[in-house]
C-alpha cells in the first residue's frame, strides 16, 4: 500500500467517524422532538429547516468547493472569509424579510425562521473552515469539528426543549452550540495549523478581510455552484413543503423523519466525496486519466453498493427499525422507507457525480443537472402528492433523483472528453474550463 492510498484511507475513516457522530446526533434531534414533543415539533422543526435550508445554500455558494478546487487564484482565504460573513448577514436579513411577508396567524413560526437562519449562518462559517482543513488533507480535524457540531448540537436541542418544551428556544439553542463550536475549535484548531499554537483569536491569514472587487469574483465564481445547491437542496424540501400545507405540520413530521433514516448512507457518501475529491481535482488538472477513472469506479461501485445493502434493510426489518427509532405511531410506514431508500440510491450515485463534476470544474454541467433535478420534483410532487399525500412524496423523489443520476452520468462522460487530449498537451486546463 502506497502513501498516497493510506493518506485517502485513513482520511475516509476520520470523515466516516465525524459524519457518523454528525448524523446520529441529527437523528437524535429529530427523535427527541417526536418522543416529547409528537409529530407536530418535530414538523415546525423540519418546516423552518425546509423554507431556510435553501436560501443558505444559496448564500453559501459553496465557497468551499471554490477554495478547494482553486476556482479564482490568487486570492486569500481572509478574503473568502470576508464574503462568507457578508452573505451571512444577507441570510438573516432576508429570512427575517420572508418570516414577516408569511402570514401564519402567529409569531412562533417566524421566530423558528429567523431562528434557523442564524444556526444556518453558523453551519456556513465552520463549513467554509472545514474546506480549508480538506485542502490541506487534514481532514482529521474537520471530522472532530463535524463530531463536536454534532454532539453540541443535540445536547443543545434536547436539553432546551426537555425544559421548555419550545421548539423556538431549541432552534436558538441550536444557533448558539454551532457558535461554540466555530469559535473555540475551528478558528483556534486553523491558527494552530498556520503558527503551531492554539489561540481563540484568529491570526492575521485568518482575519477576514473584504473588498468589493474580491466580493465580486467569489460570488460569480461560487455563483453556479450556489444555485445548484439551492435547487438541490430545494427539490427534496419541496414534497415536505407540500406536504406541510396539504396534510399538516404532522405528516411532514413523519416523512421528514423517515427521510432523515437515510441520511446514515448520506454520511458516507459526504464522506467519501470529501476524501476524493482533492485527488479527483489534482488528476485531472495533472492528466491522470487512469487515476481519475480508478478512484471515480471504486467510488460509484461503493455508492451503488450502500444503495442495494439500504434497500434490502427497509425490506427485512423496516418497521421494526422505525418502531424501534421513533414511536409505534410510524409503525404502518414501512413502505415509505423502502420507497426512500430506493430514492436515496440515486442520490448517493448522482451526488457523487456531481462531486467529480466539481473536481473538474464543470460547474455549469451541475447547475444544469440541478435544474432539471428540481423542475422534476416540482412536477412530480404537484401530480402525485395531493392524491397519494407521503407515499406520493416518496414517489416524486424517486423520480427526481433518477433523472438527474441519469443527466450527472452523461455531463460527466462530456465533460471529460478532453482528458486524454490534454494529457497528449493538446489542450491546457484553462482553457477545458473556458469551454465549458
Known sequence: MNMQERSMKINFVWMLLGNGVHTACQWGVLASLNKMGGPGAAGLFLFAYAVVLPLSTLSNFNFRIVYITNAVPDISFRYYIGARYFWNVVLVMLVGIVAISLDYGNATTA?????????????????????????????????????LKGVFNFASVFVVFFFSHSVVLSIIALALSRCLCYCLYDVPMANRLITGRYRLVAVKELSWLFTGKTLRELTWAGLPLGINGILGTLSPQLPRLFLGQEEGLSALGIFGSIAQVVVGGSMLITALGAVITPRLARAYSESRTKEFWRISRYALSFALFLGLAGICLALLVGRELLVLLYTPEFAGYENILVLCMISATAAYVGCLLTMMLASVRRFRFILVAAVCQCATTLLGTLALVPTLGVTGAAYSLIVANSFHLVLAAVFLFVGTRDMSLKSAGATGPDESVRSC
Open 111 to 147: 421566530l423558528a425562521f429567523v431562528g434557523m437562519a442564524l444556526a444556518a449562518s453558523m453551519q456556513s462559517a465552520g463549513d467554509l473552515f472545514a474546506g480549508f482543513f480538506q485542502k490541506l488533507e487534514r481532514l482529521d480535524i474537520a471530522a472532530l469539528s463535524n463530531a
